[in-house]
């Protein structure tokens, strides 16, 4: 096979611990009461169309796009509308949302619920376009960029590559790699549709090497379609991410402060292809997604296909209950999510994962001071030195953050991870790319 | 040898004189004339440097007055507010002005979310920034308004006036204030604001600032304001408007009455620095703290015939306040 490519700086190798790598997706029943906040895409959230004690059906919009880059949302369950108040997100904030007492699960007609794979394409680019818009797809990989806003390429720019991300480098999570093993077929298809959508000839399908079933699974099934390949890569954290995927697949560099587009790419996420799929030949917007819940003292680590607001308290119960060990429970990967405050939070389209910690592994050490072994340094990703930024951030001289491209950070953690003294980096990382970004905006506002 | 020394300091000496004729003109040609009032009134300001007024610093502040004396012929709308009203009076006298004087204010810490009335149900392990924390999560006890209880504002406090009871998890503010806003400007849930000190350093404040509905927001916290309006109704004075179900006093019309500190169900209303109430009321007034300096009380007792439900962390907290009352 030879030298795997990877990314050029950089990067670490968490212990993968895929504990549910081998358990097939299997499909949740939908909730008692679905919980649907309306910001579930990065940009402005939705404006709900519904009101109180309307009867709704599964796929039927509940709440529009309010701007250039939003995303409507669509009913993941049928019943009558509860009412549209404020719920408890991820990170332990109210926000509106809609909640819906379910009854029965009656679908709209025009999703085609047969399991027969759609291989022709007969929409134009802008009919898929308009499909994906419409149906609120948004970027499955954690971030929730809408994704049509990714396909229309400001004037100037043309993208020649369209690189599907299949890497999965988060530790634990297995949802995406379930996905290839289980709807190869039809993410391929999805890969054509997005294509065609780019107007782009080549798509490279990205997969780490620890899913050596992933890859021969989808060599095989792209060997008919045309100007897809598949593309082996070194295990190497953060290679799912766009810039460090980019720099893998195809050896350019987004220069600071760019879009990919830049450089001709656009990266979509396997689950997005998949979703791809389901919204343009089978007419069904984004309500369920695949969630992998996971732990080491979890009895029965498995991948659930759930609907859009299913609190997580019913996907734990479905993995067969909270072990009594847990400490902390983690709405995404180790290395970049977010520890939840409750378990009612719902299951929204960003989310990949649920991971319960054990209490020995879910404290933080004590912290120690730097002993500049620029470690930080060496598997910064992006070239930085998160020592020195997270220091300034700390003492808040903002006007050398920026200097020294703080906003380049992409938040992996991984400086944090390998930190010998424990020190909290990301966190004044985050911190400081918080407040320069607002200094920056603020200029941008004057000026 | 002696030609040498003597050419020598010829020569310095000519180009000195050049370079002096010279610069004589140059500053003459390009003599900015400042007016010398300013310095005058940069001497009588405090030299704190500390941006309270909204200029970069007591130089920019002088020349701010200065102008606005010279153009406008008053100086209205500029005040320093740590100097306050005595520096102010000597500025005015400086610039030959009337000034008018302004009553001083405070910084209030409108948060009562202390472990008892607002217990945590997770804990947050991270950097001890209050702007990070607040980015990250709602808050160890769920309330997303409540006091994050790491310091940022005492960290931004100049003048040693701001600290965090170890006790309750939530700053304190001394007589020290100066009301230069620098830990309004901190907080990053804009729950400290500067108030009227107000006579003998009395004063009435809601002490929340959660905009949740009722019921959400009594169920995280004892002490929220739940926006009953039981105080508005109260109030004669007009003072008090509920907002998104939170109640604000208006320091301007507040005649510190104290019928909505009375009134309030869930004592999300303070009263800071009064006499203990007679004995026909039977409930304790709020903490005074005779010594050097009056320390803003933090613990109010919870009145005696509440009813709403009498529960663990209730008595604890009247226990707790039976307690700092005898100390």
Known sequence: MGILKTFALGGVHPKENKLSANAAIEVLDPPKQAFIPLGQNLGAPSKPVVARGEEVKTGQLLAEASGFISTPIHSPVSGKVFKIDNILNASGYKQLGIIINVEGDEWMEDIDRSEDIVTNIDYSSEEIIDKIKKAGLVGMGGATFPTYVKLMPPPGTKAEYLIINGVECEPYLTSDHRMMLEKGREIVVGTQLLMKALKVDKAIIGIENNKPDAISHLTELVKNAEGISVQALKVQYPQGGEKQLIKATVNREVPSGKLPISVGCVVQNVGTAFAVYEAVQKNKPLFERVVTVTGKDVKKPSNFLVRIGTPVQQLIDAAEGLPESTAKIINGGPMMGKAISSTEVPIVKGSSGILIMKEEEAHRKTESACIRCSKCTYVCPMGLEPFLLSRVSRVGKFDIAEKEMIMDCIECGSCQYTCPANIPLLDYLRLGKNKTGAIIRSRGKTA | ?327
Not at chain 2, 286 to 302: D, F, L, R
Request: proline content about 6%.
């Open chain 2, 1 to 327: 040898m002696e030609s040498i020394i003597l050419i020598a300091v010829a020569a310095l000496g000519g180009v000195g004189f050049v370079a002096a004729v010279i610069l004589f003109f140059v500053a003459k040609k390009f003599k900015v004339y400042e007016d010398p009032v300013i310095d005058i009134v940069e001497e009588a300001l405090p030299a704190a440097n500390c941006g309270g007024c909204g200029f970069p610093g007591c130089r920019a502040f002088a020349e701010a007055t200065v102008n606005s004396a010279k153009e406008n012929k008053n100086i209205d709308g500029l005040n320093c507010p740590v100097g306050g009203n005595d520096v102010m009076q000597e500025v005015g006298k400086i610039l030959g002005l009337e000034v008018e004087a302004s009553a001083p204010l405070i910084a209030v810490v409108r948060c009562n979310g202390t472990p008892t009335n607002h217990p945590a149900k997770v804990k947050f392990e991270g950097a001890t920034s209050c702007t990070f924390a607040h980015a990250l999560h709602g808050g160890e006890g769920g309330c997303q308004y409540s006091c994050l209880g790491l310091g940022e504002c005492v960290e931004a406090c100049d003048f040693d006036a701001i600290h965090m009871n170890p006790e309750t998890g939530l700053p304190v503010v001394n007589n020290k204030c100066t009301a230069c806003n620098a830990c309004v400007i901190a907080c990053p849930r804009d729950i400290i604001e500067l108030r009227k000190k107000g006579p003998k350093d009395r004063r009435i404040f809601v002490s929340c600032v959660n905009a949740e509905k009722g019921a959400p927001a009594k169920k995280n916290c004892q002490t929220a304001c739940i926006g009953c309006s039981k105080c508005e109704k109260v109030c004669k004075f007009d003072a008090i408007t509920i907002t998104s179900f939170l109640a604000y006093i208006d320091f301007d019309n507040c005649t510190l009455c104290r019928k909505c500190v009375e009134e309030c169900p869930t004592n999300a209303i303070w009263e800071v620095n009064f006499k203990p109430r007679k004995p026909k009321v039977d409930r304790p007034a709020s903490v005074v703290e005779k010594g050097a300096e009056k320390v803003v009380s933090k613990e109010k007792p919870i009145p005696l015939e509440i009813s709403v439900d009498k529960d663990q962390p209730k008595k604890e907290n009247k226990e707790n306040n039976n307690k700092e009352n005898k100390e």
